[in-house]
């Protein structure tokens, strides 16, 4: 009697999430950008929200919330009903970053991941007059000039960016921190820093411009959009690798289906069959 009764209330919940799915959604969405308007995150944000208004019918509405790293929005995300009306687009600083500092929510338990957006290859790129056009040429020439060569530490993929160029050459930069890429970019091009490790997007007008130069691009293969640059083990210093990322996350507890729905990757009809055959099992 007990499995019967367990296996009837588990038929009706996945009956209630199959049509809640097959409704859903009956109203705007909310996406929530952990900084201001004109980042790249924003951009990411605006670029995918209109993309997904016409499949999910409903608007997809950009609600930006700057502060603490990102760490204010990514809350109210944590706070946010978990009915897949909110979610956010959180990068390396939102997801992964912020994990060293004290905070309200669970980086790895209170969110559900929708989907990856996009990977963004990454770029060292230098002062235009320092003596280095190369990997190997720039660990040469911290090892003969000890403690001259600064780094820009503006987010978290560029402080691991150091700390693994560090951990891979036995050569310490001089970490700089820095509020974003935006600052930092204008004090590269100025030559008040040294290295600065950011978007290929970001860099690449101002390399074409020849106001700054590439060191490598931290992939493991070269890009299409920059076949030219050449990637760090081509330059001297194998493994460094980092790329950016953007991906869609929703508050923890958000129904399958709904997570299915907003990635647009998986049939939400197979991942309910799925999860039907679960139960099946588990009652049985």
């Known amino acids: 009697m007990r499995k019967l009764v367990i296996a009837a209330a588990l038929a009706l919940l996945a009956g209630a999430g199959i049509a809640f799915a097959q409704s859903y959604p009956s109203r705007q969405i909310t996406l929530i950008v952990p900084f201001p308007p004109g980042g790249s995150t924003d951009v990411a944000a605006r670029i995918m929200g209109e993309r997904m208004r016409a499949p999910l019918g409903q608007n997809v509405i950009i609600e930006n919330i700057g502060g603490a790293g990102g760490s204010i929005a990514v809350g109210r995300l944590a706070r946010a009903a ?27 338990k209170d969110f559900a991941p929708i989907g990856l957006v996009s990977i963004n290859p990454q770029l060292m790129v230098a002062k235009k ?22 780094f820009v530490d503006q987010n978290a993929a560029a402080r ?4 693994l160029f560090e951990k891979l050459t036995g050569q310490k930069p001089q970490f700089i921190p820095y509020r974003g890429a935006g600052p930092a970019m204008t004090d590269l091009v100025s030559g008040q820093v040294d290295l600065l490790v950011v978007q290929g997007a970001v860099a690449l007008p101002q ?65 309910v069959s799925a999860r039907r055959r679960s139960k099946a099992r588990v009652s049985a």
């Open 129 to 150: 007059d320092l003596p280095a056009n190369r990997l190997s040429e720039l660990v040469a020439y911290m090892k003969a000039n000890p403690g001259k060569i600064n």
């Open 160 to 163: 691991v960016t150091g700390v």
């Open 207 to 271: 390399i074409r411009g020849g106001k700054i130069k590439a060191i490598a691009n931290l992939s493991p293969q070269r890009s299409a959009s920059m076949p030219d640059i050449p990637t760090s083990d081509e330059t001297g210093v194998p493994g460094l690798y980092m790329s950016g990322w953007f991906g869609f996350w929703a508050p923890k507890g958000t129904p399958a289906e709904i997570v299915a729905k907003l990635n647009g990757g998986r049939s939400s009809r197979r991942l």
């Open 82 to 108: 978990p009915d897949g009306y909110t979610f956010d687009i959180g990068q390396w600083d939102t997801h992964v970053g912020s994990i060293i500092y004290k905070l309200d929510y669970d980086l790895q």
